[in-house]
């Protein structure tokens, strides 16, 4: 499928009406909406215990190692979430991995409890996460069964808007609770179980889909076992994506941004404690929100922008902005840092969301979840390495000229890249617009 676009810019109207007429979609919602709320609880309530918060850490070094502790499991598990997705049917995926999850997160809770050591939090902290993937990429994987093709960007930005949206809920519930539990270790064990009310209600959410509504319709490898689509899956993903340029573009300008997000993480964390008074962590919220307005607003312009030029277009020219707003970043005024992070949010939510599109439209139903996984690599690797070399060459004030304008530079590589990759192609309007496939 190419990126050129179609002539149907139906986009939120046409949403709404398919959300109306499609109850997989808005029951699609549903499940993401409570997942993510209980993503929020959970990662709330471990705040400050562990090692999982890096604003902790005032070595470089240690928010590297921290972050890496945080993301890398993602890209271990990935492989397995993928396989196993394109293999089993997506809707027990779905509902066995939230009640999964439960499970483990009333055992970190007693964990907690009981006063157990970081390190078995830690360890159950990171099999919730494992968990999650599985979910997440099994909402991604299955969306194409229940939404139509001429909306898809616009049901990615809205579900991706308000997943967001529930992961501050779920902060939000966390303060709650805690002012009425508490913040000792009783309190904190109480206010995180309350995620597995949550994480039970997404499963029997998952349940109500028909088996194989989701697909795949057709699993890889057919008639082979698990252990054999575990053991092939990130290569069959990354062989989908090498014969995929639309996809192979889209995860290269995520990977150029990753690695620019990645470096500036560290540098305005190191210059937010260098700045003013206090630790730091009120200017440092600052530029979190800036960044998820953003994304916030790259979820509303990205439909419209694909619709009116297409995926290419899209991402190049959000490349070109996101050198664009690094560049200014030299000035090292922190005013200009909140409306550099504002922007650069929208550049990484715009490639996220043309990817996401990427891998649902263009890539076969039988290996999708395998290349959302290569995805889940590209993202997390890209990230941690860049915090690594970033501690390893930034300055105590953190006002690094040299990784600024490597982020400049590693954008417009991206233009290129996607440039060269993502050449267009002749378009079937009637293919580029047809439904997702029948659900069974």
Not at 37 to 43: K, L
Not at 74 to 90: E, M, N, Q, T, V
Not at 229 to 239: C, E, I, K, N, T
């Amino acid at each position: 499928m190419s990126s050129t676009p179609h002539r149907q810019p139906r986009g939120w109207r046409t949403f709404v009406a398919s959300l109306r007429h499609s109850p997989g979609l808005g029951r699609l919602l549903a499940v993401r909406l409570s997942s993510q709320i209980t993503d929020g609880i959970f990662q709330a309530s471990l705040v400050g215990g562990i090692l999982f918060n890096p604003e902790r850490h005032a070595d470089p070094l240690a928010v590297a190692g921290g972050l890496a502790v945080l993301l890398l499991p993602y890209s271990l598990i990935g492989p397995f979430a993928g396989a196993l997705l394109d293999h089993w049917d997506r809707r027990n995926v779905l509902m066995y991995a939230n009640f999964l999850r439960a499970l483990i997160i009333a055992v970190v809770a007693a964990a907690i409890a009981s006063g157990a050591p970081d390190t078995v939090v830690l360890v159950g902290a990171l099999a919730v996460t494992g968990a999650s993937r599985f979910v997440a990429a099994g909402l991604s994987a299955g969306l194409p069964h229940v939404a139509r093709r001429d909306v898809i960007v616009a049901t990615n930005a809205l579900f991706t808007t308000l997943g967001g949206a529930m992961l501050t809920v779920g902060l939000g519930v966390t303060l709650a609770l805690r002012a009425v539990f508490g913040d000792d270790n009783t309190g904190s064990a109480l206010t995180m179980a309350s995620g597995v009310i949550l994480a039970v209600l997404a499963g029997r959410l998952a349940h109500r889909f028909a088996p194989l509504q989701l697909g795949p319709d057709e699993p890889d490898d057919p008639g082979r076992s698990a252990f054999h689509a575990v053991a092939v899956g990130l290569l069959h993903g990354a062989r989908a994506v090498a014969h995929c340029r639309p996809v192979a573009a889209a995860l290269s300008a995520i990977g150029a941004h990753r690695l620019v997000f990645g470096m500036n993480t560290l540098m305005i964390l190191v210059i937010a404690r260098h700045t003013g008074s206090g630790d730091g962590v009120d200017r440092l919220s600052m530029v979190v929100g800036f960044t998820g307005a953003g994304a916030l607003v790259a979820a509303i312009l990205t439909p419209i922008a694909v619709a009116r030029v297409g995926r290419r277009t899209t991402l190049m020219a959000a490349l070109v902005v996101g050198a664009a707003a690094e560049l200014t970043i030299l000035s090292f005024n922190f005013a200009v840092i909140c409306a550099a992070a504002l922007v650069l949010g929208l550049v990484g939510q715009t490639a996220k969301l043309c990817g996401d599109v990427a891998m649902q439209v263009d890539i076969d139903d039988m290996v999708r979840g395998q290349v959302f996984s290569v995805q889940d690599a590209v993202f997390n690797i890209a990230y941690v390495g860049a915090v690594t070399v970033a501690a390893l060459a930034i300055p105590a004030d953190g006002q690094a000229t040299g990784l600024v304008v490597l982020g400049v530079v590693l954008y417009l590589v991206g233009v290129a890249v996607v440039a060269v990759v993502h050449r267009h192609r002749p378009v079937d309007a009637t293919t580029e617009s047809r439904p997702a496939p029948a659900s069974h």
